[in-house]
Antibody
Framework: EVQLLESGGTLLQPGGSLRLSCAASGFIFSSYSMTWVRQAPGKGLEWVSSISAAGDDTFYADSVKGRFTISRDNSKNTLYLHMNSLRAEDTAVYYC????????????WGQGTLVTVSS | QSVLTQPPSVSAAPGQKVTISCSGSSSNIGNDYVSWYQHIPGTAPKFLIYDNDKRPSGIPDRFSGSKSGTSATLGITGLQTGDEADYYCGTWDSRLSAEVFGTGTKVTV
């Protein structure tokens, strides 16, 4: 059974930094691209970033480009999202998701972790 | 703001059918495949449709997808109370070089 478990969400002040983790199991992690998607309170889904299976290709939404870095450790079956210069508008539930067979298709999602940026 | 537009809400009685539209442009829906997701708040989103009209394993044939030009549609027949959720379309936008989701539609049964 595919499982994705996010962790690392917390309350922090604007300008702060945070690292989210997503522990994967139930599939060959190193064979699949992965993605982060977020949902701000009362808003819809917003794609944040994606990374290829080997980790050599990364993609970012304009809203986070230059502040967030996606990475993965295939030896640990773990996906990361490094978040810097956090803003109030980054407040959201962050979901990690497995790419089905091409970018834009996310077949398994985690339950999400809440990041709150507030002074 | 999302570049894919969906109606905010649709509703129907149990057993009936609803359709949800997703309107985009030539740089997104008109240029790539569409996926659909079901999201019950507080839970993990669920993958319903890929490549415009294909269902992943385990998704009942009550759910169907289609695409024409720069618009896509999700259909749900035989509505059940368990279908109450938010539904999102998604695709790649070549102009933005980004994955984009629709504005979301709340289905009430």
């Amino acid at each position: 059974e595919v499982q994705l478990l996010e962790s690392g969400g917390t309350l922090l002040q604007p300008g702060g930094s945070l690292r989210l983790s997503c522990a994967a199991s139930g599939f060959i992690f190193s064979s699949y691209s992965m993605t982060w998607v977020r949902q701000a309170p009362g808003k819809g889904l917003e794609w944040v970033s994606s990374i290829s299976a080997a980790g050599d290709d990364t993609f970012y939404a304009d809203s986070v480009k230059g502040r967030f870095t996606i990475s993965r450790d295939n030896s640990k079956n773990t996906l990361y999202l490094h978040m810097n210069s956090l803003r109030a508008e980054d407040t959201a539930v962050y979901y990690c998701a497995k790419v089905f067979y091409r970018f834009g298709q996310f077949d398994y999602w985690g339950q999400g972790t809440l990041v709150t940026v507030s002074s | 703001q999302s570049v894919l537009t969906q109606p905010p809400s649709v509703s129907a009685a149990p057993g009936q059918k609803v359709t949800i539209s997703c309107s985009g442009s030539s740089s997104n829906i008109g240029n790539d495949y569409v996926s659909w997701y079901q999201h019950i708040p507080g839970t993990a989103p669920k993958f319903l449709i890929y490549d415009n009209d294909k269902r992943p394993s385990g998704i009942p044939d009550r759910f169907s997808g289609s695409k024409s030009g720069t618009s896509a549609t999700l259909g749900i027949t035989g509505l059940q109370t368990g279908d109450e959720a938010d539904y999102y379309c998604g695709t790649w936008d070549s102009r933005l070089s980004a994955e984009v989701f629709g504005t979301g539609t709340k289905v009430t049964v």
